[in-house]
C-alpha cells in the first residue's frame, strides 16, 4: 500500500492514516495530484463534498489547499475514525463534519447546502457510482449552481450513461483510474 500525504497548501507533506483492512481504495498521489491541478485554484473558498469518505484525503486534499469546508460521508465505523484522526493530525478539523451514514439515505433528504464540488468514489464493481448518480439526480440540489460532480471508477466498470440532471464535460483516465466530470445539465424551457 503506498503512503497517502498532503500534496499541496496547508498540511503539505503530512502523512495520512490508512483505513485498516480493504475495504476502503484510497486514491493514489498521482491521481489526486492530477485532480486537483486540474481544478486549480477554484478549489480556495469552496465547499466540498466527499461522498464515500475512506481515508479522507480527498476533502483533506481540499481543505489544505484552502477550500472554506469539507462535509464527510461514511458508513464504515474505522474509516469515519480514520477521518477524524487524518482531520485532526493535519489541523484541518475545524473546517470538516464527518458524518457517519448511508451515503443514499443521507442523500435523499433535502440538501442543508448545495457544495462546489461533490466527490464520489464508491466501493468498486457494485454499480454504487450510478446509484450515487440517479440520487443525486432526483435530488440535485446538492451541487451548487456552477459546481462540480466528481466521479471515480474503474475504467472496467465505466460504461456510457444519460443522466438527465448532469452533463459529463471531461474525463481523464490514469492507469486503473478513471475520473468523470459532470456539471448541472442546462435545463430546457422558457427564455
Known sequence: MNSLRVISGSARGF??????????????????????NILGRDVEGSTFLDVFGGTGAVGIEALSRGAAYARFLEINRQA???????LQHTHLAEKADVFRIDAFSYLKQKPDRPFDYIFVAPPQY???????????????????PGGLLIVQVDPVEYRQQEFP??????????????ILFYEAAAMEGPI
Not at 16 to 23: A, N, Q, W
Not at 80 to 86: G, L, S, Y
Not at 126 to 140: C, S
Not at 168 to 175: A, H, S, T
Request: glycine residues 6%.
Open 165 to 178: 440532471q448532469f452533463e459529463l464535460i471531461e474525463q481523464r483516465r490514469y492507469g486503473s483510474t478513471l
Open 126 to 144: 457494485k454499480e454504487l457510482w450510478l446509484k450515487t448518480m440517479a440520487v443525486l439526480g432526483e435530488n440535485p440540489g446538492w451541487l451548487a
Open 80 to 86: 469515519v475514525e480514520t477521518i477524524h484522526a487524518n
Open 15 to 36: 502523512h495520512l492514516r490508512s483505513v485498516p483492512g480493504d475495504t476502503t481504495r484510497p486514491i493514489t498521489d498521482r491521481v489526486k495530484e492530477a485532480l486537483f
